[in-house]
């Protein structure tokens, strides 16, 4: 089984959409024949799948950098692959000096503060959806929410966040014909712009702010450096919920029972979120830097060797969880919830996407309820970085209909 299975990791491209459709098969023959697999695109890097070794490597910041050029997703930023960006792509120690500085923005009574903020986003946007009987997920639902969260988290003021939140949903959902916008255009000069407003104030309380006036290591960070962190941040805040979001709607139309099960009893929510985290983990694949010489499951590695973590396998590695394909809420965790990374480098943003999916299924299982996959439709799963669907097309009953259960 080894070769052919070694034969095809040989040519492994993470942003490929064809590995996709089958990645949790590769992913599962690659923890039992080949845990640290060498494959030779993007010239070499080693794709890590146990949860075990994940672990080792996310928690060992001296031996692996989180600043890693050329497997990433981030191609849209000026001199991205040289520069490095603060806290995502810093080690320790300089690593807790930028978290340290954000610590307070994300705690769970700071996030709470953005609750009222979430439900009247996600109320608008699910009311006027309901009567529709239909949508696609990606485009209509999902990205809208995340958008408008991540703008208020960075402090974009109320007038502008409607243009960043176009901004970013033409990051998942481009927009067609001849004279289109390319995803992407006109993000980066709004962030410059929003980073060049915050250099002549202090006054406000935000992520983007926080990070233009601190002083690490001596110097505050350059404005390439601000540009690739702001850029990043939106990657981590709305990339990752929306394709959250969409994955789990698909989730749940296939699978009326827990759909019901959820509806019925709302205390099963976290159960459910945390279950979607790790199932289709969106977070999917992120990389790190070998620093010095070290082995890893026997295999050696050099200074300047890349590595790819593979989050979402080693949230199905069966070492430690259970029929992992299945979707469950009753499980009883061995493991780590990997989903949401481990080390210095842990979702510093988990309680914000808790509370956000929280809102967003609680509204869609009421106001909603029952849906299914449009029939004739099929949705198409993306892997890289980032583990989503994109073409989820659900309909639903509307009327006297509508109600869940
Ligand atoms: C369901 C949604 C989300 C998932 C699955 C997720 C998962 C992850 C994972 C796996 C990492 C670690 C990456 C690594 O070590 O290479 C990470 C880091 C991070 N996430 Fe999230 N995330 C989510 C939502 C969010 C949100 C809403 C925010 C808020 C803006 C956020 C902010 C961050 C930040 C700032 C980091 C970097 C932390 C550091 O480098 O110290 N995330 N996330």
Known sequence: MGDSVQDRIRSFDHHDPAVAPTIHTTLAELREAHPVARSDAYDGFYLVTKQDDIVAVAKDGQTFSAAVQGLGAVTMVPDAETTRAPLFESDPPVHSAWRKILHDYFTPPAVRAHEQFIRQVTDRVVDELAPRGGCEVVGDLAAHIPSLVIAEVMGVPLERQDELAALTRNLVVPPSGPDAPRPGDGLVEFLRDEIAERRDREDQHDVLTAIVHAEVDGRPATDAELLKYAFLM????????????????????????????????RALLPALIEEAVRHESAVAATGRTVLAETTL??????????????????????????????????????????????????????HLARLELGIVFDKVLTTIGEFEVAPGTEPTRTYGVLRGVRNLHLTWPTGADTSAG
């Open 234 to 265: 939106i990657s981590a805040g709305f990339l990752t919920t929306v394709d959250t979001i969409s994955s789990l709607m698909l989730q749940l139309a296939r699978d009326p029972g827990t759909r019901r099960g959820v509806a019925e009893d």
């Open 297 to 350: 499951r026997g295999v050696a590695l050099q200074p300047g060797d890349r590595l790819l973590l593979a989050w979402g396998s080693g949230c199905r590695d069966e070492q430690y969880v259970d029929d992992p394909d299945a979707f469950r809420l009753d499980r009883q965790r061995r493991g780590r919830d990997l989903g949401w990374g481990a080390g210095v480098h842990r979702c510093l943003g988990m």
